[in-house]
């Protein structure tokens, strides 16, 4: 028998062995069902039937109508493609906002590269064209750099041409144009830095609103071991009444008697 032949029969082997659901995710019997516990086959065991894609269930333990747990399935298979299957995958909107800043400051370098290229070929090509000794030569290539920046690389992917048809002089150019996938990756990108900036200006709320959490608790904390020392009871409700009434003033402002701020 040939290594070849082994390697096969091996795998045909590997195969055909049964594998534990209670290790593979992706068989049913690795799951609980609705009652809690696992989902199994007429025999009592662990089914080892394969989930359906984006799903915890069989085609044998679907839990509801087979059709609408493949469709609840592909969505979730999709979601899992856009990297949202969890708190783990989601792209951070800080780091999201600096690789946006970042990208678009590459791409400002580079077309601030290619129109450098472009003005200095203008340059070039008017000079020769109000130079008599110049050299025809030099003009050509002048006009060939031009094209070759407006009609190649990134310049051509963002820009085209709108053209129009005539009787006389059939179709021509009449202008220029942001072409269509430009446009369309400028606005999400647009978006994309808006929703990045929302969360991350909701992210400094949340946080501020969990350090006054904090800090109120601390107070409090402090307020109760100060009143303990003094020798008052904290859960005094009348001591607590006190306590409640001055924070109370305190959440509100100071008080103003006469002009003067208490």
């Not at 069989?58 to 949202?84: F, I, M, N, Q």
């Not at 792209?91 to 999201?96: K, R, S, W």
């Amino acid at each position: 028998m040939s290594i070849s032949d082994s390697e096969s029969s091996a795998h045909r082997r590997k195969r055909s062995e049964p594998r534990d659901p209670a290790a593979d995710p992706s068989l049913c019997g690795h799951w609980r069902g609705t009652n809690g516990d696992f989902h199994r086959n007429r025999a009592g065991e662990r089914c080892s039937a394969q989930v359906i894609d984006g799903t915890h269930n069989c085609r044998s333990h679907p839990g509801k109508p087979l059709t609408k747990l493949k469709a609840e399935g592909a969505v979730v298979v999709e979601l899992r493609r856009w990297g949202l299957t969890g708190y783990a995958e989601l792209a951070d909107p800080g780091e999201t906002l600096l690789r946006l800043v970042t990208q678009s400051a590459a791409r400002v370098e580079m077309y601030a590269r290619f129109l450098a290229e472009a003005v200095d070929a203008a340059e070039r090509l008017q000079r020769a064209g109000v130079a008599p000794e110049s050299d025809l030569l030099e003009a050509e290539t002048a006009r060939l750099d031009l094209e070759r920046v407006f009609n190649a690389g990134p310049v051509a992917a963002l820009i085209g041409h709108t053209y129009a048809g005539t009787q006389t002089s059939g179709v021509i150019a009449t202008g220029e144009a942001i072409r269509g996938l430009a446009k369309l990756e400028a606005e999400e990108r647009d978006r994309c830095a808006n929703f990045a900036a929302k969360a991350v200006a909701a992210g400094l709320a949340e946080r501020m609103v969990r350090a006054s959490e904090q800090m109120a608790a601390l107070t409090v904390a402090a307020v109760e071991r100060a009143m303990a020392r003094l020798g008052h009871d904290p859960r005094d409700p009348a001591v607590r009444a006190v306590v409640a009434e001055e924070l109370a003033a305190l959440a509100g402002g100071p008080k103003t008697i006469e002009g003067v701020a208490a």
